[in-house]
């Protein structure tokens, strides 16, 4: 028995992540992450990428669970409010009891506004999306997204792998090597082989969302357009982790739900990462694209 029960919790230090994705592109045009683009839709700027604040809970984590976390860690989120660059973010983790292999987690800006919400846990196990997923009702009326079905599938197979000077296309404009220049939290892991466990460099969590998304257009989803997407979850699981740099990887998709809110139609699309041969699940992605209504063209007459 212990002489306290009160809650305790693990949080690292203010990070002020850079903006990298002010001139992506998809379909032609670009995205809510352009100053402009944000200004036209009624954010006050182009905001940071969600995963870009994985990075703040790795050392956490790994504090908590060591090389296991790297192996078979779950990071899953909810995206609250849009950080732009200059401002502070804080990650915190609950601290967990012994033997636990589930822990909230959270990050807030520096006067305290949420950020995300989370659950970081250690193997198989419920999570925070699956949760909210099987709370979704069905969407009533669909407009940008009115030709996707769930259980829809990618177009082919696709193959990927994340080289240290590989530009990763249109959609993230930058390569491993300059992610890492600019990281919140840097790690020798990352790109020295010889200082990895593994023996190998592995791709940071945040980068993860980076290989699984980067050629998603060869999916072809049928979303209507253009239209401005977010990411308004993500959840990241390891099964054989970690991934490595200069790895080749076989990347398979389905569309898990579909849903709507008053601003957004949304599309749930699980990714799994397997080995090159397509035989070894290494790690997969569950994503919420959340397309905006109001980027659409005249959405608000054609839906009635």
Sequence with gaps: MTAFDTPLTLSGPLRQPQQMLAGQEYGGHASLHDDAVAS???FRAGPIEGPTHFSQFAPLL????GREWFERGCFSAHYQNMVVEGESVRAFVEFPAAGATRVRAWAEKADGTPVLEAGASLGAGPTLLEAR??????PQQLLILADLRVGMSGRADEHVCMESDQHMGALYPFTL???LAKITEPSPWYHDAAASPWGRAIIPLEMVSVLAEHSSAQAGFPVKGPAVGLFADQ???MAEGPLFV????LLRREIVALSE???TESYWVRTRIFDAAGTRLKAEVLLNHATLKAS????????G
């Design 177 to 179: 090597r300059q992610k």
């Design 246 to 249: 200069g790895e080749p990887y």
């Design 296 to 303: 659409f063209a005249g959405y608000a007459a054609v839906s």
């Design 133 to 138: 997923l099987a709370q979704l009702r069905p």
């Design 62 to 65: 790994a504090q908590l669970w």
């Design 235 to 237: 959840q990241i699981r």
């Design 261 to 263: 809110s008053k601003r």
């Design 40 to 42: 036209k839709l009624g």
